[in-house]
């Protein structure tokens, strides 16, 4: 062993540095092979192990001494497995000093144009760039790594001391408006007086930095978008202290028009209000104004919307001339969601409306507008509104199951390996396919998934490396395993890296975890794939009897029949949990096919066929009884025991038929990946009530304590059994989401529902009504779900949903009950409004219970929304939400609305739907 290697593996640094210093450019590449071989070593001993972080440092220090190339040394700098431990940096610079200054600028920019995730230290791309006098690299790794070292280094003098004396301040500036993602330095840039933006600002203002290119650079980043969707929280609040002058707005119109169009909202208000001041200042000419509106009037924010529309109207008050350039972009607004929206632009259109054409572009337009308004723009010249038509109910087709197909086994392996493990059709193909193999020809099974296997974990060659397999894969492994899990049990087992005893242990003791309401699913899941992987290894089976027909978890009969057949002429024994699912996720909603069956299942003469033909013919299990329980602001459920269950199934299948309590295992639950839910319904595809009810404090949290997902409420759609209590539950708590995304989810839940027939919208407008009541769903974000609904044309379904939940909020608002307040005014307005839509596009009459009479106390919403509800119905109108009519009554006539000076209960519809 060479004096330096023996230095490097007993971690001594001084040592290493003054060998290395004093070794010529041949001698240092000599030692090169004996590094590498050290560094091969390390990489195969326990990650933990102390050893590793005493040589790692030294070890990293040696190999930059002796690479003579530029790029083998950078790859030996920013080495992912060397960077966990590496060399100081001053130690690493003295090594290299004696390098030419090509050289040390190549390495510098190459360490430079690595990952920020690659975390190559700041002060050695530096360094390397001070001694080599070159330009600074402007990557994203080195400027993030700046911001870090400047935040870091002004903690006592500030950041606008430490940038006055950065050398490369302009260029390191630049390269701020150029990186990809702000996540890691987002939250160093901060705000207030000694925040990055007051101190880019104030260099300005002293000459060191250029204050034209700084407003073009906010302006062209805020253009880009990009990065993270708050990045404008940096670049926003520097171009607002930047503060731009008129002569510089003016200059960048056409760019505060494609914000005000295209970016998020704070950056779009921003561009609106300069663009309203050049507007207003005559900067701004019809045609521009006209350009910007037209993107404008198209946003969903409503705030912004109202605000252009009142814009065009002080325009136009001082310019009637505009009117022909700019009436017809206010046009665009008539089919805003918003009926405020449609009034504010129907009120300027019938103000000007001598400088259109009626048979032009507002003719078409009308049709747009709700029933009242439109009503009223029949009385413009020339203008002629259709008759209404008769509603029709358009839902989106119910998805259609989906027959699983044959496809290349490793591709499919690889893929799961590689993804969360949601796809249960992919996964039973998978598993189908591993089990058919191994029992073929396991050698060429091996030999075909060499390349999948050959970077997981527990393959690799040294057992050093994992001593704990056993545990991982055994019943000592707390918990029960997970879809990617059971694929690795296989794929261990079959190229044998888990023990048979190990196996044979798990499969008799079963999973050790905390009972919780999903236990019963998780453990059938992990029962299953427990025995096929000790039939791998003890006795292969030829082919999965479980193995799902439909993409939902669902078997039809006569496969399990032919699968059985199967079974009989290769004289193979059934693995019971394998069988035990099989009977589980048969179809029986077919009485002829259900018969057929039964008949040929009896003819095989064996106990699985016996077994069948009795499992088929016998009735329909029962439902278990249910009862609600409140927690908290929650309503959830209890489910008693499964009648006629366990007869007949494994022992860790019966599980399922116990009762399910709301506190059992509420403190503690391991089944925290959302991955494994689909895979939970596919254990039993045609009983989803019992699924739901197991899942349902959990969705519950994502209404209430704002967690994440939904996505498998989809899918609980799709699975066959009743639609009972539990998964309309389910569906209402998505519906009151914390995110947009998880709302939209259960709004795809509710149309499957509905297309499928299976929907009780009653029960779920109940259910609604008593969640927002209690403060579990707040009204607002049910408000958009319902929204998002009725625009796929659902607008029926929604009604005849709200209709229920409503009444329950307006009983208390007409009762003065102290529940009234936990409704926000602003909540039951946008409830109200959307219902009021939905009512009046579907033509529906019908009685609200309580609206009249919560109006006539002034009980209804004050202010935009309440005017907007209220503008929908008039005197005869056909539908729609009329006894909002009184709400303007109950606080004040309101003369811009076309029913303000209505009575209460004066028009023909009023207290109807």
Known sequence: MSELLEAVRAGRMAE??????????????????????????????????????????????????????????????????????????????????????????DVAHRLARRP???????????????????????????????????????????????????????????????LTDLREVRWLLGDGSRSWQSALTDLTREGLLDRAFLVDACVARLLRGGGGPTDHRVFLPLLTRLSPTREEQRARIADWTALARDAV??????????????????????????????????????????????????VLARDRGAAAELLPVVIQAFGHEDVRVQERALKLVERYAEQLDPAGELGHAVGRLSPVLRARASALPGVTVAPREVYEEVLPPAPEPVRLASVELAEEVGALLASPGEDVAGFERALD?????????????????????????????????????????????YGTIGAR?????????????????TLGDAVRQGPREQECAHSGLSRVFDARLREVAYRVRTEPLPLLLSTPTWSTGALEPEDLVARLTEYRRLDARVAATDFAQALLRLRRDDPT????????????????????????????????????????????????????????FPTEFHHLGRPVSVFTGRHRCDHWDDAIRPHWLAVLPERRELVAVRLLRDIAATAVEDERDTGVLPLLAESGGEAGEAVHLCVAYGLGARHAEDRLAA????????????????????????LVRRGAVKPQRLADAA?????????????????????????DLATARPEAGAVSARGLGDLLAVAADCAERSGVRAEMPHLVHTAAQGQLPHGERGEATASRVGPGDCGGLSAASVAPTARGADSGSSVGRQRVGSGPTAGRL
């Open 265 to 314: 909202s704070p950056v779009a208000t921003h561009a609106q209000r300069v663009l309203a001041a050049l507007a207003l200042s005559g900067d701004l000419t019809p045609a521009q104004l006209t350009e910007a509106s037209g993107g404008l009037l198209f946003r969903t924010e409503k705030k912004l919307v109202r605000a252009q529309l009142v814009l065009l109207g002080k």
């Open 485 to 501: 899990d059971g694929i690795d049990l296989l794929l261990a087992t079959l190229h044998e890296k888990v023990g048979t005893a």
């Open 747 to 770: 709004v795809d839940a509710l149309l499957v529902l509905a297309a499928r027939g299976q929907l009780d919208a009653a029960r779920l407008g109940a259910d609604l009504g008593q």
């Open 116 to 178: 920020v995730s690659a975390g190559v230290p700041y002060p050695l791309m530096a360094g390397l760039v001070h001694r080599a006098g070159c330009a600074v690299p402007v990557t994203d790794a080195y400027v993030t790594g700046w911001i870090q070292h400047i935040s870091h280094a002004s903690n006592h003098s500030g950041v606008l001391d430490a940038l006055r004396g950065e050398p490369h301040l302009a260029t390191l500036v630049s390269g701020l408006f150029t």
């Open 433 to 477: 396919g591993l089990v058919r193999h191994a029992y073929r020809d396991p050698n060429a099974l091996r030999e075909a998934l060499a390349p999948v296997v050959a970077n997981r974990w527990w393959a690799i060659s040294d057992d050093s490396q994992w001593p704990r397999r056993d545990t991982y894969f055994g019943n000592d492994r």
């Open 593 to 648: 096919a259900v018969g057929e069956a039964a008949r040929r299942a009896r003819a095989l003469g064996t106990r699985e066929g016996s077994r069948l033909a009795r499992h088929l013919t016998a009735p329909n299990p029962g439902s278990p009884a249910t009862r609600r329980r409140t927690g908290g602001v929650r309503i959830l459920l209890e489910q008693g025991e499964l009648p006629g269950f366990p007869e007949g």
């Open 787 to 811: 929204r998002t609904a009725a625009a796929t044309g659902a607008n029926a379904t929604i009604w005849g949903m709200l209709r229920h939940t409503l009444p329950v909020l307006l009983a």
């Open 16 to 105: 290493t540095l003054r060998l290395l210093r004093s070794l010529t450019e041949s001698e240092r590449r000599s030692h090169l092979p004996e590094l590498k071989e050290l560094r091969r070593e390390l990489r195969r001993t326990r990650v933990w192990e102390a050893r590793s972080g005493q040589v790692l440092p030294a070890l990293h220090l040696a190999g930059a001494a002796c690479h003579t190339g530029a790029a083998a040394a950078a790859d030996w700098l920013g080495a992912s497995d060397l960077r966990r431990s590496h060399a100081p940096t001053d130690s690493l610079l003295r090594v290299l000093e004696h390098r030419d200054t090509g050289w040390l600028t």
